[in-house]
Every structure is written in C-alpha cells, then in structure tokens.
C-alpha cells in the first residue's frame, strides 16, 4: 500500500505567497475528500450535468429544501463528473444548476428516508456564444468564424494602432495573424456584446531593383546604365575614365 505523504498544518498571512507544494496540497486534499465521499456516502444525493464541454468547475448546483434550508453540492475535480450532495436529509428539494453563459436549470426531486437516490441529470442552456480562441489565425479566419458563431467584431486595430476596417479589412490585413482578442476564448458573450481583435501590422514591400554588375564599365557606362534602370550615382571616389 503506497502511504501518502503527511500533510502538514501550516497557515499564511494575507499577501504571502503560496507556493507550488501548497497548492499541491491543497488539490490533493480537495480530492481525497471528494473520493471519500463517493466511496463512503451511499445516501449523497448526485447531480450529472449534462452539457457536453462545460467547464464543471463553473457550475454551481444548489440544494433546495421545501423548508428554505439550502445546501451547495460538491464540485467535482477531475476525472470525476459529479456534483454531489452528501448526507441530505429526506424531504423535498428543488436542484438548480447555474454557470456563467448559461440560463440556470431546477428541477424538483425527493430524497427518501434511506438516502438513495439515482443521479440527477441537468442540462444548462446557453444564453448566447462562446468566445473562441482565434489567437494565431489570420484576420480572414478569424472573421470568418466568429460569424459563423454570430459573434460580432466592433473594433480591429493592428499593433500600431491602425484601425482596420472590421467589414472590409483589405487584402493587407486580412492575411495578418491575431494576436490579442478580447474577450479570451471561452468567456461568454451578452447578447449584443462585441469581441475586438489586435492583429500584426500589415507587411507592405516596397519596390525595389536589381543592382546589374557594373565591374570593367567606365564612371560614364557605369552612370548611364544605373540611369537607365532608375537610379542615380552618388560620390565617387574616383571618375577615371
């Protein structure tokens, strides 16, 4: 049996750092308990929810008794899928799960008097979109998917302030890469809420010419074939002939 290390009680001050072993400690400790509880707890009351991609961790799911007394259900940590409710006592509950984005859902249940009871399904339904992550694809793309998703662009600037036109952005734009959107990926939008996209500066190459090889030519030759190709001569150290 492989024992774990002890864990050791030790308290902060506001303001300290908390460091990488005391987090550690903390999520191990948060899911011992939530494996405790599921292996131990036949009466927990346990809720499922439904939405495919949803960050559970987000998702807040209430307890409700007829009396007006409340509970809040465990979070699950990963692997694990469950919200539970461990040791309710019998009685009529209204469950209500809630996550940002998301219109709370609730449904009525009883809990008998030997505590079982199967898992309860909730599925939340979205308010409006997901922002996606565009960081890395050109503005084309970009646009391009965030109106497939119905989310609006209000304002698109590139790294040196430039606004870009967000309806007709150009050629010169629209093959520059994203770098900075807003909101991040993943954060609900308001119905009518726009993103903003910060994209690369538009490479503009200049015209440029061929310099030919002026080796054996005289300063005359020399000066009259860069003429003739658009260029000047400049000092020279010598104009021998």
Not at 50 to 79: K, Q
Not at 183 to 211: D, K, T
Request: charged share 15%; no cysteine.
């Amino acid at each position: 049996m492989k024992l774990e290390p002890p864990f050791i009680k030790t308290t902060v001050q506001p303001g300290d750092p908390l460091t990488a072993q005391a987090w550690n400690d903390i999520v191990n400790a948060m899911a011992a308990v939530y494996a405790f509880l599921e292996a131990t707890e036949a009466s927990a009351v346990k809720v499922q929810i439904a939405n495919a991609g949803i960050d559970l961790a987000s998702v807040r799911v209430t307890a409700t008794r007829d009396d007006g007394i409340s509970s809040e259900a465990v979070r699950p940590i990963a692997p694990a899928t469950l919200h539970m409710f461990p040791g309710l006592r019998p009685g009529n509950y209204k469950l209500r799960a809630e996550a940002p984005g998301f219109d709370a859902a609730s449904m009525d249940v009883v809990v008998p008097a030997d505590g079982l009871l199967e898992t309860q399904n909730l599925t939340l339904t979205a308010k409006g979109a997901f922002m996606p992550n565009v960081f890395g694809i050109t503005l084309a793309e970009a646009l391009a998917q965030l109106d497939t998703l119905a989310i609006a662009v209000n304002n698109v600037l590139d790294v040196t302030g430039t606004a870009v036109p967000v309806a007709k952005p150009g050629a010169q734009f629209a093959q520059s890469l994203v770098l900075m959107q807003y909101p991040p990926a993943g954060i609900p939008l308001a119905p009518g809420e726009a993103a903003q996209l910060v994209i690369s500066a538009a490479l503009q190459a200049e015209a440029s010419i061929e310099m030919p090889s002026l080796v054996g030519l005289t300063f005359a030759e020399a000066s009259k074939a860069l003429e003739a190709i658009g260029l000047k001569v400049g000092k020279s150290l010598s104009k021998s002939t």
